[in-house]
């Protein structure tokens, strides 16, 4: 088919500055009729009037405070901004890094975007309804928060924040091993929270029986155990950052609390920073995890956990099917497809790699064992294509640290609410109304 130009063409006006325009035949083939059918129609100039500016006028009191910048920002990478900004660069690095050259980091994050999403269009999409069963339970969104050490190093508000948004936000909170308020307290600051816990099995059996016995009495109904720490990822920003358990005041950090007067006064004015469910410790974080945790774990602690831990037991930092079916074999209730955030083995196999490869083997095996995902998740579209690949379930790290980071509390209901916006909107343009109906063909997978 050929493109044919309309015979009839609107001609720059001869008597330029009137406000006429004329309309005149092309002559077929003449280069008056050519060129004329290139331009654009002549618009009309006029002298603005006071009142047509009237109503395009909005101008508001501009707000500088932390809500309204919270407010402004609509992506999880615009709170990493504001977090960068308000946090010092030790622990806003050791927060944003990864383990050596971060490799493993920047593919999980880029395996999401190496996707395309596949719609379905004339559905009734009036409603989106995000909930999901995980362990149980109902959870009002298909995602929670994942385990994080030292989170008051970050905001002061640390485990509390994430405790209490979690608990309105109506979705778990996992504390971890190396949390920086313990497990009864996260239960205090969040009584109606859905909270877990997160172990770190270490070397000396009796302390790791003693806060399997707190988190148990403390009302967390899952048990969260980490295998991926054998010994500490290379976090090379770390090193170069001096960085330390508490921070060290040195020259560097002293200039930079002079542009983060906050997080110090933050920092200064709350309680001191400890491992609570650890015993006071100072120095690196690597020389911490490389002290405490037990290289010689295998197979056989795992069946001890599962004797002795009565409620939902679940396996985090599965890298590959093999292990993925073994640990259900041994009596796990749910696995994590996670390589810790890229924090420990560079160059990892990408947990949303592996998905559709663990959720086939699993289900040969009928096995009814949710499959969770974290790593790499930045927007509620990832979380959506990980649930279209057969995911139950998803966890969140940094992306709620940089909320916590850039508002403490707030900031980390701003997360929640970013991702659960992203995801009703991403799911209605899908044309899919429930996380139930989410499945592969909503996902093509581009090749590199
Ligand atoms: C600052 C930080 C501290 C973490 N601490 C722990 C921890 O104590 N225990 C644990 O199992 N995982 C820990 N993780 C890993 C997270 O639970 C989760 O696997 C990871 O953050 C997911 O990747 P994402 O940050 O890209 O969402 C930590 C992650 C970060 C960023």
Known sequence: MTDTLDPKITAAPANAGSDETVTRPAQPGSAVGQRSALQPPALKRRVPKVADLAPLMQFKKPEF???????????????????????PQAPFDYTDGAAEEEITLRRARQAFQDIEFRPGILRDVST????????????????????????????????????QAAEAAGIPYTLSTMGTAS?????????????????????DRARSLELIERAAKAGNDTLMVTVDTAVAGARLRDVRNGM?????????????????PAWWFNFLTHEPLTFASLSRYTGTVADLINSMFDPTLTYEDLDWLRETWKGKLVVKGIQTVEDARKVVDHGADGIILSNHGGRQLDRAPIPFHLLPEVTAALKADN?????????????GADIVAALALGADFALIGRAYLYGLMAGGR????????ILEKDMTRTMALLGVSKVADLNPDHVRLLQR
């Open 65 to 87: 405070s932390k809500t309204a910048r919270l407010k402004r920002a609509s992506t999880i990478w615009e709170l990493r901004d504001i977090a960068k900004r308000r946090t």
């Open 128 to 163: 989106i309804d995000l909930r999901t069963d995980i362990l149980g339970k109902e959870s009002r969104l298909p995602f929670g928060i994942a385990p994080t050490g030292f989170t008051r190093m970050m905001q002061s508000e640390g485990e509390y924040a994430g405790s």
């Open 183 to 203: 497990i009864e307290d996260v239960a205090t600051a969040a009584p109606n929270g859905r909270n877990w816990f997160q172990l770190y099995l270490w070397t």
């Open 244 to 260: 330390t358990i508490p921070p060290a005041l040195t020259l560097k950090t002293v200039l930079d609390a002079s542009y983060r």
């Open 367 to 379: 096995s009814k064992a949710p499959v969770m995902l974290d790593t790499g998740i930045m927007s």
């Open 410 to 417: 707030e900031g980390v209901d701003r997360t929640i609410q």
